[in-house]
């Protein structure tokens, strides 16, 4: 079976370096990039992170390009106060070896989508992907897929209303999601079912590898955030899940469905509204209903565990 050509359009991010982390272990996924945006933590942090990420993996083939570094049009207000203010812990790294390259993130995405199939995991703020829209008129039609991380159905986790990836630029989020690409979209409904527990942790710690270490590491201050907001410490893989449905796609329940997001309304701005009813089931949109989380956590632990 072919491999995914894939990028993964990212703002590390504790969730976010699990995801990529997961990806790169995997080889059913051929990951040509990590592209990067700012949300979680300033787009200089999070190409950092990626940087970090592609060392740790030990995978000087893939390519870091920095992307946007501010919404369409708010100013960035970031995630410090949940993943640390470096974004992955705030745990000591070396200066790492991988380098960024010269291209911008969007007009690499056109290069790599012009090359051959392209699967998108867009797991930040969707500001570079608007952007490639508006770059390169019709590119949506020549990308193989896209599947996001994002949005909330009944509760966000910013606001009442809004998730954290589609609130950070929700002019851009509109912008994807009326698009004609195919879209898998994740939503906090799915990914609260994900989670891992301090049993996880210790697992990663006694795996006596570096990427073992350091993923527990970032996770502790993430698990220690869960406990005084959630009164657990169970912490949720939301990332993780747009990297799960591209290599495990029928353990994650789908239905389709139309979405649209919220730009404007007092309470509301970067809600999405996911439109269920029956006339949408057959939409090029799905959506992610459900998981079994021991199954999910089984395929993690044995992905990581292929680090040496």
């Known amino acids: 079976m072919a491999r995914t050509r894939l990028v993964i359009d990212t703002d590390p991010g504790v969730d976010d370096a699990v995801a990529i982390l997961l990806a790169l272990a995997s080889d059913e996924l051929d990951v040509l990039a990590l592209t990067t945006v700012a ?4 787009v200089d942090k999070t190409t950092l992170n990626a940087r970090r990420l592609i060392d740790l993996a030990g995978r000087p083939d893939v390519v870091v390009a920095r992307g946007c570094a501010a919404p369409l049009v708010t100013a960035l207000d970031d995630a410090g106060d949940v993943h640390g203010l470096d974004g992955l812990g705030d745990i000591e790294w070396s200066e790492p070896v991988a380098r960024e390259c010269a291209e911008h993130a969007v007009d690499l995405l056109a290069r790599l ?3 051959g199939p392209l699967t998108i995991a867009a797991i930040g703020p969707l500001t570079n992907l608007a952007l490639l829209q508006s770059r390169y008129p019709g590119i949506e039609s020549r990308v193989e897929r896209v599947v996001i991380m994002g949005g909330a159905s009944f509760a966000g986790n910013v606001t009442a209303a809004a998730e954290f990836n589609i609130w950070c630029d929700p002019e851009a989020a509109a ?17 609260h079912q994900a989670t891992l527990n301090d049993d996880d942790l210790a697992y990663l710690r006694g795996l006596g590898t570096e990427v073992g270490r350091r993923v527990a590491a970032i996770l502790e201050p993430y698990a220690a955030y869960h406990e005084r907001w959630h009164g657990n410490r169970d912490v949720i893989m939301h990332d993780a899940m747009a990297i799960y ?5 029928e353990a994650i329940a789908k239905q389709g469905a139309q979405v649209s997001v919220e730009t404007a309304g007092q309470h509301t701005r970067g809600a999405t509204v996911i439109d269920r009813r029956r ?3 057959s939409s090029s949109t799905r959506v992610g209903v459900a998981l079994d989380n021991p199954t999910f956590v089984a395929f993690l632990r044995e992905r990581l565990a292929r680090y040496r």
Do not use: H, Q, S
């Open 39 to 42: 949300g979680n933590v300033a």
């Open 113 to 115: 989508i012009a090359e």
């Open 175 to 191: 912008r994807v999601f009326a698009g004609p690409w195919p879209i898998t979209l994740m939503p906090l409904d799915l990914t």
């Open 245 to 249: 449905e591209l290599l495990a796609p």
């Open 279 to 281: 006339g949408y089931a």
